[in-house]
């Protein structure tokens, strides 16, 4: 699987990376053993980038992914995590998480902390339940409200530790672009995580983000893809943004199927291929639940999507003519 390094630093992704949400109990539960073998997959296709939270399943994501990788070499796969949130251990018991969106015991709850000791706590918390000794990536997530005290206090530490070398790359991870964009000209981060603006279905990112990134050689990974599964498979009642789809947004997302599907592709075949065609994009995060969704989604990437479609799309005022499409894969 290709592989690119994030802005200027040596951390390498692979174009396909695991997002390991699903894995901490996103929605609805899923058995230790279908986790494992999810990653046991991913690793079997190639992939060699993970992503994880503490936010993802109040840890649960971190532990299983850290267990799958444990006995796998260390300098083979690189791997990310995010900092902003810590977890305090509920005083009451009973309950669960599904608030917050994971059905997991909620044996904890989320505490925002963008300050310097908030950074470093949370790292070494999310390093212990990993089991590692170090990760290669480290994200603020969703500092939505909190940016200031984010530039002012957290980005300081996490460009303290990229500069001792305990990490190998910075950035942050959210589902807007103004924020991600004021982290590119205020500081010196390597990429930025892009959630669900970036897509087939939605490009707001390609209004000031992606070409900031690609002015300042830094990178974007996008996540949400398939807008919280929109894309896969547009109907009544479907997720969009963690909520159901209003209707205009499901009625785009129809006559995008009916287009994709008339060139023989499927919606989510196209709506993985689309990001990769942006120079900035290092990556695409899929988050699969189970090692059939791994291999589905690695047959996708594989295969060929005719220039016909993009142009119709086009022609449909489904994608606007600027925006970079991709290009037909050589057949040899």
Known sequence: MRTRTLGRTEVRV?????GAAGIGNLFRPVPDEVA????DAAWDAGIRTFDTAPHYGLGLSERRLGAALRDRPRESYTISTKVGRLLVENETTGGDDLGDGFAVPATHRRVFDFTADGVLRSLEASLARLGLDRVDVVLLHDPDDHVEQALREAYPALERLRDEGVV???GVGMNQCAAP??????????VVLLAGRYTLLEQEGLAELLPEATARGRSVLIGGAFNSGLLIDPKPGATYDYAPVPVPVLD????????????????????????FAHPAVAAV???ARSAEEVRDTVDLLSRPIPAALWDELRAEGLLSPDIPV???????
């Open 14 to 18: 692979t174009e396909l990376a695991y």
């Open 168 to 170: 190998g790359a910075i």
């Open 326 to 332: 991709p290009q037909p894969k050589e057949t040899s």
């Open 36 to 39: 494992a073998a999810a990653i």
């Open 285 to 287: 995060l899929t988050g």
């Open 252 to 275: 785009r997302a129809l006559r995008l199927r009916a287009v994709t599907e008339r060139h023989g592709v499927p919606l989510r075949g196209a709506a993985l291929a689309f990001p």
């Open 181 to 190: 964009t004021r982290f590119l000209r205020e500081t010196d981060i390597d």
